[in-house]
């Protein structure tokens, strides 16, 4: 009786194993299912979804993770919410999944499901959050204006701050100015700035020979391959005295001028 009964056992064994084997039956899969990122930035994850049966299937695509995580699908070349499968074929898709502001730097798991009619197909991804890459630029009073006499420099204090959780690495700057107008800045370049750090940068704007009096916007950036920030700086220019009396003397210059006209030609 007890040899029967072992040989009944591994008989079926065999049979088990078969109806266990995800090469026989449909499979959703990832290439990567673990993903290290900064906070602020997306996790793209690449899957496969495949029907091994022997009828179409619409899968319907659903995600599960914390509070104020955003995931998307997409196949295609659109975003989607459920996807139609052929009998025996196979669909890439891209899975995007943005974490919520703020999170913590740790692993989060996130179930994903592609559910059909008779299957339900499922893998779990995981997103290790390692924290942010945030970056400031303003003036340490915060004030975005200031004023320069034409042909003139003037120096402008600017501060670069790291909001974030992560160093920044190789800060560089770059301005839009009007026509004609230069800056340039001192440092050029930052090579690091740890988290809750702040430097003290020196821009130096050229304003160009008359130029009208006016207000005038120069743009500042601090960027790195991470993070980018940009002051928008307002530049009231005046003229300077010496173009002013210029300008009177020429007035009464022509005014003088059309006076002995009118009484030159006045007395024929």
């Known amino acids: 009786m007890f040899t ?17 084997d ?22 793209r994850y690449q899957a496969t979804l495949k029907n091994s049966s022997s009828q179409a299937q619409k899968y319907e695509l ?7 995580w955003r995931v998307a699908f997409k196949a295609r070349g659109s975003q989607v919410t459920s996807l139609n499968v052929e009998p025996g074929k196979t669909e890439n898709l891209t899975i995007e999944i943005r974490p919520a502001y703020g999170a913590e730097p740790s692993k989060y798991v996130l179930p994903v499901h592609a559910e059909a009619d008779n299957e339900r197909l499922s893998l779990e991804l995981e997103a290790v959050v390692e924290g942010s890459y945030e970056l400031e630029l303003t003036t340490p009073t915060g ?13 402008i204090l600017l501060q670069v701050k790291n909001t974030g959780s992560l160093a920044l690495n190789e ?44 207000d005038y916007v120069s743009k500042f950036t601090a960027k790195n391959a991470s993070s980018t920030s940009t002051a928008t700086y307002r530049m009231t ?24 006209l009118i009484r030159k030609f006045g007395r024929r």
């Not at 004030?143 to 120096?155: D, F, M, N, P, Y």
């Open 22 to 43: 995800p090469g026989d039956g449909s499979s959703f899969s990832a290439s990567l299912l673990n993903i290290e990122a900064p906070v602020n930035e997306t996790f």
């Open 237 to 260: 220019v005046k003229t300077s005295m010496l173009s002013g009396w210029v300008g009177i003397l020429v007035i009464l210059l022509a005014i003088g001028f059309v006076f002995y």
């Open 171 to 214: 800060i560089t700057f770059s301005s839009q100015n009007p026509p004609n107008w230069q800056a340039t800045f001192s440092p050029s370049e930052i090579q690091q700035l740890d988290p809750g750090k702040s430097v003290d940068v020196i821009a130096t704007l050229s304003v160009p020979d008359k130029t009208l009096a006016g």
């Open 4 to 20: 029967l009964l072992v040989i009944v056992i591994v008989s079926l064994l065999p049979l088990k194993a078969l109806a266990q």
């Open 143 to 155: 004030r975005l204006s200031g004023e320069i006499t034409e042909g003139e420099k003037a120096e």
């Open 62 to 68: 659903r995600a599960e993770g914390p509070d104020g």
